[in-house]
């Protein structure tokens, strides 16, 4: 092999992380190259945030990150605190805006930060190549050259229909990143190579799943939900775990919206989902009062009071046809208090168990994945195979929505990119 396609650093993932990482690495003055498969760089990027990238937000926590070791995320996100982040997009001027709950978001195009990244890599003389497939990792117990890598280059369909043959290169370094995302959205280039490569050398994976996705559901509610597809209303969604106060999307496929893409974070398959349709009324407590004040008043008729900002008509209409048809058009003074009650509590606390969720296809990211405790919360180190380091969603470290999965992708990056 020659001295050529030797580097100090190899980053397999073009992503958010591997290249925050080779530019980290390379201001050290490592030689760095990046290798993808994909055919284009930071595509998770430039799709996010609806082409805006949510690229971190002002209120980073440990909380606000799911893992088995939920202290894994702190060392990283201390080093690395969000403004780090704003202050480079700010020196690349970079309009960017905050939305609600300190996110923040470019004004033009999630392009400017794929630009900026790949700028600040090009400045410390890192190499990226993209079209390239990893066949074979081994490893060599010297340290110097300690991974050699086969690879060979991607054809495109018009090259296969050509009848040209993959070139085919090795490349060898001290460093190996493994910083190849998740499993979501396979069509933008997701693989499980980093978890067949922890595998390889030893690491346990924790069970993986499609997170930050929206459910679906068959039977009578699935055809509810499909029927109100569009409606959207501020809910709390929650479960015995957590809860968020947020917006709710009905859709053709079933509960979409911020609200059930933060709970399918914490959700298994089986379990029930709870939302609150009216959480500012206690409705239980309403409908009584109102069959006192106004007994000759039917439920649709207190309701209705809220379909202007809270619950929109459509979905009252459909409330009534399922919850409460058989006494749709008698006074609440004709109406006992125990079925009153039982209908506010179900306003406030409609259960619901999802067949599923979309999985992998449309989820923003991936649960699970390389267990933290096998690998150096620092450095990003693997325990079992110096100068192996796994960075980004590969590893079982999930953020909620709202920019803190970029904000785990750079500050794993830098740390890494520290000391690889
Ligand atoms: P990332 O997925 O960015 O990069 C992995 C790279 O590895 C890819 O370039 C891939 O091609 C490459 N790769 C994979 N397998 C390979 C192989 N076998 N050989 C070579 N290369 C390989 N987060 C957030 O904070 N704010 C947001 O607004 C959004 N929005 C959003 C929208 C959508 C639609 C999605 C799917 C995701 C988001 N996210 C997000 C999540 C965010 O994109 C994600 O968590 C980070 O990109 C993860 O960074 P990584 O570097 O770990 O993986």
Same mark, same amino acid.
């Given at each position: 092999?020659?001295?050529?396609?030797?580097?100090?650093?190899?980053?397999?993932?073009?992503?958010?992380?591997?290249?925050?990482?080779?530019?980290?690495?390379?201001?050290?003055?490592?030689?760095?190259?990046?290798?993808?498969?994909?055919?284009?760089?930071?595509?998770?990027?430039?799709?996010?945030?609806?082409?805006?990238?949510?690229?971190?937000?002002?209120?980073?926590?440990?909380?606000?990150?799911?893992?088995?070791?939920?202290? +894994?995320?702190?060392?990283?996100?201390?080093?690395?605190?969000?403004?780090?982040?704003?202050?480079?997009?700010?020196?690349?001027?970079?309009?960017?805006?905050?939305?609600?709950?300190?996110?923040?978001?470019?004004?033009?195009?999630?392009?400017?930060?794929?630009?900026?990244?790949?700028?600040?890599?090009?400045?410390?003389?890192?190499?990226?190549?993209?079209?390239?497939?990893?066949?074979?990792?081994?490893?060599?117990?010297?340290?110097?050259?300690?991974?050699?890598?086969?690879?060979?280059? #991607?054809?495109?369909?018009?090259?296969?229909?050509?009848?040209?043959?993959?070139?085919?290169?090795?490349?060898?370094?001290?460093?190996?990143?493994?910083?190849?995302?998740?499993?979501?959205?396979?069509?933008?280039?997701?693989?499980?190579?980093?978890?067949?490569?922890?595998?390889?050398?030893?690491?346990?994976?924790?069970?993986?799943?499609?997170?930050?996705?929206?459910?679906?559901?068959?039977?009578?509610?699935?055809?509810?939900?499909?029927?109100?597809?569009?409606?959207?209303?501020?809910?709390?969604?929650?479960?015995?775990?957590?809860?968020?106060?947020?917006?709710?999307?009905?859709?053709?496929?079933?509960?979409?919206?911020?609200?059930?893409?933060?709970?399918?974070?914490?959700?298994?398959?089986?379990?029930?989902?709870?939302?609150?349709?009216?959480?500012?009324?206690?409705?239980?407590?309403?409908?009584?009062?109102?069959?006192?004040?106004?007994?000759?008043?039917?439920?649709?008729?207190?309701?209705?009071?809220?379909?202007?900002?809270?619950?929109?008509?459509?979905?009252?209409?459909?409330?009534?046809?399922?919850?409460?048809?058989?006494?749709?058009?008698?006074?609440?003074?004709?109406?006992?208090?125990?079925?009153?009650?039982?209908?506010?509590?179900?306003?406030?606390?409609?259960?619901? #168990?999802?067949?599923?969720?979309?999985?992998?296809?449309?989820?923003?990211?991936?649960?699970?994945?390389? #267990?933290?405790?096998?690998?150096?919360?620092?450095?990003?180190?693997?325990?079992?195979?110096?100068?192996?380091?796994?960075?980004?969603?590969?590893?079982?470290?999930?953020?909620?929505?709202?920019?803190?999965? +970029?904000?785990?992708?750079?500050?794993?990056?830098?740390?890494?990119?520290?000391?690889?």
């Amino acid at each position: 092999m020659d001295n050529n396609t030797h580097y100090d650093v190899i980053i397999v993932g073009a992503g958010a992380s591997g290249l925050y990482c080779a530019l980290t690495a390379g201001r050290r003055g490592r030689r760095v190259l990046v290798l993808d498969h994909a055919n284009k760089v930071g595509k998770k990027i430039l799709m996010s945030g609806g082409g805006r990238c949510n690229f971190t937000n002002y209120f980073v926590e440990p909380e606000h990150f799911i893992s088995a070791n939920p202290h +894994f995320c702190k060392s990283a996100l201390s080093r690395y605190p969000s403004w780090e982040f704003i202050g480079m997009v700010e020196q690349h001027k970079i309009p960017y805006h905050e939305r609600e709950h300190g996110q923040l978001f470019c004004d033009d195009s999630a392009q400017d930060i794929v630009t900026m990244l790949l700028d600040e890599c090009a400045a410390v003389g890192v190499q990226i190549r993209i079209n390239t497939q990893i066949d074979k990792v081994d490893v060599n117990e010297t340290e110097y050259k300690r991974f050699n890598l086969s690879t060979s280059k #991607k054809l495109s369909k018009k090259d296969i229909a050509n009848g040209v043959k993959p070139s085919q290169h090795k490349y060898s370094c001290d460093s190996l990143v493994v910083a190849t995302g998740g499993l979501s959205i396979p069509t933008m280039g997701a693989s499980g190579l980093g978890y067949e490569l922890a595998q390889q050398f030893g690491h346990q994976l924790i069970p993986t799943d499609a997170s930050l996705v929206p459910f679906t559901f068959t039977d009578k509610t699935g055809e509810l939900i499909r029927a109100l597809a569009g409606i959207s209303l501020p809910v709390i969604a929650s479960n015995e775990r957590i809860s968020f106060k947020l917006p709710l999307l009905f859709t053709h496929r079933g509960l979409s919206g911020p609200a059930m893409l933060q709970l399918s974070n914490y959700w298994q398959t089986g379990e029930h989902i709870n939302i609150n349709l009216l959480p500012d009324i206690d409705v239980t407590t309403l409908l009584l009062a109102h069959k006192k004040s106004h007994p000759k008043q039917l439920i649709r008729t207190v309701l209705a009071d809220y379909t202007d900002n809270a619950l929109p008509k459509k979905l009252l209409t459909a409330l009534q046809t399922t919850l409460w048809d058989d006494i749709k058009d008698k006074e609440l003074a004709n109406i006992k208090d125990e079925r009153l009650s039982e209908l506010g509590n179900t306003i406030n606390g409609w259960q619901l #168990k999802p067949s599923g969720t979309e999985g992998y296809r449309t989820a923003e990211v991936t649960r699970g994945g390389v #267990k933290t405790d096998e690998v150096s919360s620092k450095t990003m180190q693997s325990n079992f195979q110096d100068g192996l380091y796994f960075i980004g969603e590969v590893l079982d470290v999930t953020g909620w929505l709202g920019g803190y999965n +970029f904000q785990w992708a750079w500050a794993s990056g830098f740390v890494c990119g520290e000391v690889a």
